[in-house]
């Protein structure tokens, strides 16, 4: 049942395609001011845990095109459960800036009001959720896709994890339990090539994790080249068959982690690295588009300044707004907010 | 996703101020599993969003009784049979509590918690606290525990200290048939996660040895029995036992045996292990000045140290003599000989309260 999506197919209209690369820069455009943030104020010495943004953050920067391509599908209605690496997702779904940007500050704005940080986004207005562990995102995605099927609704669940994740056990059960109840869902697997400094022949059995498809039934499909309209095209597959009722698909997106696996991953593990950021996917399909004809002369640095317009009121909201106060740290264990 | 400020799932559900809390228990006996039933099926009749989701609570109707008879009266798509896959099941729960449904979904016995206690504690016990009270989970995890049958150092074990241990999740323990059926429909009825933990041994099952307070007066009529608040569960003025589950029952037949020879023991059954009542347990000691936890649970790490903080904590109880009667920290042995030598047996608890008063 496995199928290759090789080239890009034809069919999407002209805006839609540059709206396509109008999300990716806009998520860009969000990663990258978060890097400099992030770094500026670990200088002269590097402390994760100091700074505008401490702890550990997972940028997304180059698997833009997995994000574009299948929430292009989406409404906020129907939900999205992401990994530790969520941002380009919840951009893609149509988050909130601000409030993403004031959790990842850890502040009182913030969509968990700095409880969550940036692995642990939770967004009830999107149906977004993440989770810090590994497929461990995947059945609380069953159970959203359940409660959309209960309800007699078209609504579906998109459930992303890493290509290291699909050797979980919660992986597999998941796979099982969607296919034998035919739940919507699509199942998506971003194969970055890398489990942190694994690479995938290290970690798995098969060629394609979409080969593992057919252990459950359902539809599965590999899109190479990390080529956003051939994502769309094979997302809008899946998406169309959750809709109407006949089950989840598992994708599969060969796609590309530009940068570390956190910040402050030096990469020694890497050898393809001086040749990474020549793979870098927004510059690729800006010149496709242009070359074609779609994207009109200064289109793309329109979008990039109305991008860095938006990012830098997000995070001026971000950085203006109150930290958490102390005394309420213990709030928010139970439903009543107060302590145990 | 259903949001703090209003549930409408919860719509369907009689608040609990329209409840009358704790009724008298009436002349109508039940055993415990079928008052945990009867919690069920009403909260199932009272709001179409409650479901039952578990290994066998179907056809079979739970392997220790907690679902018979549901699947005959709400069907399939309400009472559902799971395969065995703890992670996918649990998380789908979770996923549609989140999304407002009100899943009650079992795990079958405590000891499988290994296989999915991601879900429990990282996804199901946390989602409300990392969205900052944005997002609620109002899912009920029934399981259960205990030892005392042979079944083995993997399905033996109490383990509810594990449970909360692990911030998020409320964690209830009845030892009677009343309370079952009380703090199932509290839990239910609650927007947050609860950890419904029933002992084999308090269910009243044909095919287990029984406590005869396994079989208890039960209201026919919906009671909330409030999460957080112990009981009482018999008065006494030398020393008091502060135990849950069917602990109660063992320490409640060495108080009869003992009352006729003048010792006069008080009973607290905790009922909640999260939120735990320590007023309740520093008024105990402050009455008595003599406190015995028994606790089917392991010694090290536990319950009952957690008691003997909260009675060291309190000014009221503190310098009360403290002893415990426990699990020793050795996994559930096989042989019924081996088994009952570890397990807190009525003769354990009663050799605890004579040194205890003798002391």
């Known amino acids: 049942m496995t199928v290759q999506h090789a080239a890009a197919p ?49 940028l997304s920067a180059g698997q833009e095109p997995v994000a574009a391509g299948i929430c292009a599908h989406l409404t906020a209605e129907d939900a999205v459960t992401a990994t530790h690496r ?76 890493g290509e290291g994740a699909a050797n979980q056990g919660a992986f597999h059960e998941s796979l099982n339990l969607a296919a034998l109840w035919k739940l919507p869902v699509v199942f998506v697997v971003e194969d970055n090539d890398w489990a942190i400094s694994v690479p995938r022949a290290s970690s798995t059995s098969v060629p394609s994790n979409a080969d593992r498809a057919a252990g459950y039934g359902i539809p599965g499909a590999r899109v190479e080249g990390n080529d956003v309209e051939a994502i769309h095209a094979a997302a809008g597959d899946a998406v169309a068959r959750a809709r109407a009722g006949e089950g989840p698909s598992l994708l599969e997106v060969h796609t590309l982690r530009l940068w570390g696996h956190f910040e402050g991953d030096a990469q020694g593990y890497r050898p393809e690295l001086a040749e990474v950021p020549e793979r870098d996917p927004i510059p690729a399909y800006e010149q496709a588009l242009t070359a074609e004809g779609v994207l009109t002369a200064g289109r793309a640095d329109q979008f990039r300044a109305e991008a860095g317009q938006r990012v830098g009121a997000a995070l001026e909201f971000a950085k203006s707004s109150p930290t958490p106060s102390p005394e309420e740290a213990l709030r928010y264990v139970f439903t009543e907010g107060a302590p145990r | 996703m259903s949001i703090t400020a209003e549930n409408p799932a919860a719509a369907g559900a009689p608040a609990p101020s329209s409840v009358p809390v704790e009724p008298e228990a009436g002349t109508r006996r039940l055993n415990t599993a079928k008052a945990l039933q009867e919690a069920i099926a009403s909260q199932m009749e009272a709001n179409p969003e409650v479901f039952v989701m578990g290994e066998d609570v179907g056809v079979y109707g739970g392997i220790f009784s907690s ?65 900052g009270g944005n997002v609620k989970v109002p899912m009920v995890l029934m399981t259960a525990t205990g030892g005392g049958y042979s079944d083995g150092a993997q399905h033996s074990q109490s383990l509810w200290g594990t449970f909360a241990h692990l911030p998020g999740m409320k964690v209830v323990v009845p030892s ?102 320590r007023e309740a347990i520093a008024a105990t000691a402050a009455k008595t000045g003599r406190v015995i936890v028994v606790d089917e649970d392991y010694q090290s790490f536990g319950l009952s140290g957690e008691i003997a903080a909260t009675l060291a904590e309190n000014p009221s109880s503190r310098g009360a003599a403290f002893s415990r009667v426990c699990v020793p920290d050795v996994p559930i042995p096989y042989a019924r000989d081996l088994e009952y030598a570890v397990l807190p047996t009525p003769a354990r608890i009663e050799a605890a309260v004579r040194a205890a008063v003798a002391g």
């Open chain 1, 10 to 58: 034809t069919g999407l209209a002209a805006t839609e395609r540059v709206e396509l690369l109008r999300t990716m820069i806009l998520i860009r455009a969000f990663e990258e001011a978060i890097l400099r943030d992030y770094h500026a104020d670990k200088k002269p010495a590097w402390d994760i845990g100091a700074g505008l943004i401490p702890g550990e953050m997972h």
């Open chain 2, 67 to 131: 679902t018979t008879g549901l699947l005959d009266k709400f069907g399939p798509q309400r009472v559902i049979d799971t395969p065995i896959s703890e992670t996918a099941f649990i998380g789908l729960g979770i996923g549609a509590a989140v999304e407002g449904m009100r899943p009650i979904v079992e795990l079958m016995f405590v000891d499988f918690f290994g296989v999915c206690m991601d879900q429990i504690y990282n996804h199901m016990a946390k989602i409300h606290f990392e969205s």
């Open chain 2, 176 to 277: 009677t048939p009343y309370d079952a059926k009380g703090l199932m429909t509290a839990a239910i009825l609650s927007d947050d996660p609860v950890v419904y933990m029933f002992h084999k041994g308090v269910m009243g099952l044909p095919w287990m040895a029984k406590n005869k307070r396994s079989i208890g007066a039960v209201p026919e009529q919906d009671y909330v029995v409030p999460i957080g608040k112990a009981k009482v569960a018999r008065e006494g003025t030398d020393v008091s036992i502060v135990t849950l589950s069917l602990s109660v029952h063992h320490s409640l037949d060495v108080a009869e045996k003992l009352a006729g020879e003048g010792i006069s023991v008080e009973v607290l059954d905790l009922r909640s292990v999260v939120p735990l009542d």
């Open chain 1, 86 to 161: 969520p941002h380009h997702l919840a951009i893609a779904h149509g988050m909130d800036l601000n409030r993403l940007a004031a959790e990842i500050y850890g502040r009182e704005t913030g969509l968990g009001r700095g409880r969550g940080g940036h692995m642990h986004l939770f967004d009830p207005d999107t149906h977004f959720s993440c989770s810090g562990i590994i497929a461990e995102g995947y059945p609380p995605a069953l159970g959203q896709a359940f409660a959309f099927q209960r309800r007699g609704t078209d609504r579906i669940a998109v459930a992303v994890t």
